[in-house]
């Protein structure tokens, strides 16, 4: 199997002294190298890589014997947001699953996030990394699975770049080092076959593509399942022989000519999963019928619950909160179904959630990362006819996980530290799941595995301290709350778990989920009602705060189309610095819109008696924004003077660069200032708060948001960076730059328990928690509020946020 591993290595330069005698050897390589990357003669290695605008050359350097590649950081005294090395390639990366790296850093503070971009035709392919302990190597895997696409990238098999970036947190200067570059997970039995054909700058589901498929291979992994991710551009016959599954995790079409290729693959033995979305042709390779699109009523269904004989394995309920369906029908003595979708009420529908034949299965929605422990059983299940000893794999990888979370490498390290007393419950089922594994009675011995590990995380988690007197804040992206349950039953339970506040979007650029005489109100408020006011009052009863969230700017997918085609018509809407009309941001630059964004969140203070109003998405999409006519007259208007090449003088490098980013920023600053003075001035103790982009020096000009400004000008009361990074290290320093640059202001940084690979891994959620504590911040809150923290709330009260 040919593996990846890259190895970057940062040493920082701390006061003039070089710390690069204290970096320890060199991990030894694992497997092949790319070719590119033997590191051998020094005059060879400089011209490989080749440095960005404002970057430095590369200098071979060794320890322990070992090669490695210096990349200087250079941000003090210099302006460039990122420092960056592009590497050729000729590896074919379109079936390996990715590639893994060796990281060092003795002080990564200076680097707001490091990342890899790999170029693939006009696009690229891009995964952030972090730090999670500075001072030793790391080893990091890049997973196809999580990359986000850039523009339209060709295909894996077409990428010629490996880009390696180190972001500016801030002005001092670093450096990293890079060796062992390698590819890994190639022979994999599982193929995840991602919808990059479909992902196009312009397509709102483009995200899904890659978030679905991530979700599907983050399944497989944490069940030990084997497999690699596979752009539908790159499929092949030949990259298909010897696999034994494929699966389309949200592919509402297939390229040309891949659809032969699976009927082929089918005939020779192998299967197909598909989720949701049923491409031309799909149902019928399956041995199945295109059944209906159903939406779920009450807003979401329960879960998959278990109809029939259904498959070896399956749970009788696996939770899942979705929304719609796209169903397929079984055909006679040819496929049938294993599943069907249980209602918000409980009750059990006919609407098949789960179709199975002998050719594959049909999932009627996309995979969700709820009830996650049921999920994986469920997706065993699925596989478990296909992929040979499926059951041994997950049953020893689940008993192997048993307390091994946060820094604790097995169960034993965990005794260790807690004492045996806390543990006794979860080392009781632990001996006991292992002797079921050496019977080989693995389905008995993975519910055990997966018991033993809920008690010894249960038990940790009641060792954690709490602390009194902070904002324990979360923000709720739904204007309804938590799916399946009133705003009184949401807010009861948030105040049960120690929470103070809560954050709930009830407002876009172009729609309000209350009376409004400012913005057009949603469709069905006759019918569902006031949401702020159900929210506000559920706040009262309970003691928590609430701090209304308005989204600024971006009209969101439930702005009316006759709102928008009315802005667009006036000349309200953002236009890229191409042509490209972004009909759903308003431009910061109209004073109707200003003035639309100011009266919106005054109106909140004056009618209703909350805590608080809060900015978010008050900044540009990013520099490709906003040059529209109307940008164009009020910057000239602004300079005194035409803009004789437009746009080119006002991007970066022309003439008028900087003038131009202290229009944008004054656009946004406009209408902060003006929301701060009005708002208080309606209801004196209402606070003002933002979620605001977490690195300020690059954010200024890159989307134009100087929340340092709005500190030190007092228009905001507290500020929430969002700080969503896996790195523990790299939530440290950012939370730590953020505190010095917001002054007086309190700071509660944002966690992103949800956008995390794992959006219920508490132990990261109470490690970031006391990180924020250690740095004195006086709270914190977690993005997002919903049905996900079911699992949640009741392990972290019972030590890091209870309130006895």
């Known amino acids: 199997m040919n593996r990846t591993k890259t190895l970057l290595s940062l040493a920082a330069i701390l006061g003039g002294v070089s710390l690069l005698a204290q970096v320890p050897a060199v991990p030894a390589p694992g497997g092949e190298l790319f070719p590119e990357f033997t590191l051998a003669d020094p005059a060879v290695v400089q011209a490989l890589f080749a440095p960005m605008t404002g970057s430095q050359p590369v200098t071979l350097e060794t320890a322990g014997g070992r090669p490695w590649v210096r990349l200087p950081v250079n941000f003090a005294g210099t302006t460039h ?58 080893r990091v895997t890049i997973d196809k699975s999580t990359t986000s696409t850039e523009d339209s990238p060709a295909g894996w098999a077409q990428v010629d770049t490996i880009r390696l970036s180190a972001w500016r947190g801030a002005d001092r200067d670093t450096f990293c080092g890079v060796a062992n570059l390698r590819p890994v997970g190639a022979d994999a039995p599982i193929l995840v076959v991602r919808a990059d054909s479909c992902a196009t700058p312009d397509n709102r589901e483009s995200k899904g593509y890659a978030e679905y498929a991530e979700t599907v291979a983050s399944c497989l992994d944490d069940t030990g399942m084997g497999h690699a991710l596979l752009s539908d551009l790159d499929v092949t016959a030949a990259r298909l022989q010897g696999r034994k599954l494929v699966m389309l995790p949200y592919n509402p079409r297939l390229p040309e000519g891949v659809l032969p290729l699976l009927r082929d693959f089918v005939g020779q033995g192998g299967k197909v999963i598909s989720f949701y979305s049923l491409a031309d042709g799909v149902p019928e390779l399956l041995g199945m019928e295109r059944g209906q699109w159903v939406r779920a009523e009450g807003g979401r269904f329960q879960g998959f619950a278990r109809v029939g004989q259904g498959l070896e394995g399956q749970p009788e309920l696996a939770g899942q909160a979705s929304w719609a369906a796209q169903t397929a029908t079984p055909v006679a003595g040819t496929s049938r179904t294993v599943a069907v979708w249980r209602a918000a009420d409980g009750k059990d529908t006919d609407i098949p959630a789960i179709v199975v034949s002998d050719r594959g299965a049909h ?99 009641a060792t954690r301290p709490a602390q009194a007197n902070e904002f324990r804040g979360f923000w709720c992206h739904s204007a309804f709350g938590v799916s399946g349950k009133t705003w009184d039953e949401a807010i009861k339970q948030l105040a049960d778990s120690g929470f103070t506040a809560i954050l709930p979007n009830l407002l876009w650029g172009g729609i309000a989920f209350y009376p409004s005489q400012v913005l057009p109100e949603y469709p069905e408020l006759a019918t569902r009602g006031d949401q702020l006011a159900e929210c506000l009052a559920a706040c009262r009863k309970y003691g928590v705060e609430c ?58 203070a004056r009618n209703y008696a909350v805590d608080g109003v809060h900015f978010d998405y008050i900044r540009y999409p990013g520099a490709a924004h906003c040059f529209c006519d109307g940008c164009r007259e009020r910057f000239e208007k602004r300079l005194g003077q035409a803009v004789a090449n437009w746009p080119a003088d006002a991007k970066r490098g022309g003439a008028l660069n900087q003038q131009w980013l202290d229009f944008r920023r004054s656009n946004i600053d406009t209408v902060v200032r003006q929301v701060a003075e009005q708002v208080r001035q309606v209801r004196p103790g209402v606070k003002i708060s933002a979620a605001v982009f977490r690195n300020w020096p690059v954010d200024r ?58 959006p219920q891994d508490v132990v990261k959620l109470v490690e970031q928690i006391e990180i924020s504590r250690q740095l004195g911040t006086g709270g914190f809150t977690i993005f997002e509020y919903n049905a996900r923290m079911e699992g949640v709330l009741p392990l972290v009260s019972l030590g890091t946020t209870a309130t006895k």
């Open 701 to 758: 000009d890159g989307v134009g948001q100087d929340w340092k400004l709005w500190c030190e000008q007092g228009w905001i009361d507290f500020l929430n960076p969002m700080n969503y990074t896996e790195s523990n290290a790299t939530f440290r320093h950012q939370t730590a730059a953020q505190l010095e640059y917001a002054g007086k202001v309190p700071v509660y940084p944002g966690i992103g328990l949800s956008v995390w690979r794992d």
């Open 81 to 138: 947001s990122r420092a960056s090395w592009d590497l050729p390639i000729r590896t074919d990366l379109a079936v390996a699953r990715g590639i893994e790296f060796d990281f060092y850093s003795p002080d990564s503070s200076p680097v707001s996030g490091f990342a890899v971009y790999f170029r693939s035709g006009g696009g690229w392919y891009r995964a952030g990394f972090g730090v999670e302990r500075d001072g030793e190597w790391l």
């Open 547 to 604: 701090h209304v969230w308005k989204v600024n700017w971006n009209m969101g997918s439930r702005t009316s189309q006759e709102f928008v085609d009315r802005m667009r018509a006036a000349g309200r809407v953002q236009v890229s610095d191409t042509g490209e009309v972004q009909e759903r941001w308003l431009c910061p630059s109209h004073p109707e819109n200003q003035a639309l964004e100011v009266a919106s969140m005054v109106e909140i």
């Open 363 to 461: 999932v009627s929605h996309v995979w969700l990362k709820d009830d996650w422990a049921n999920k994986r059983t469920l997706m065993l299940s699925l596989v478990a006819g296909t992929v040979p000893g499926v059951w041994r794999q997950a049953a020893e990888t689940e008993y192997a996980k048993i307390g091994v979370f946060g820094s604790f490498r097995s169960a034993e390290e965990l005794v260790a530290e807690l004492g045996a007393a806390p543990l006794r419950e979860g080392m009781e089922q632990r001996a006991r799941a292992r002797a079921l594994l050496d019977r080989n009675e693995y389905l008995a011995s993975l519910d055990l595995s997966q018991q033993a590990a809920r008690s010894m995380l249960r038990a940790w988690c």
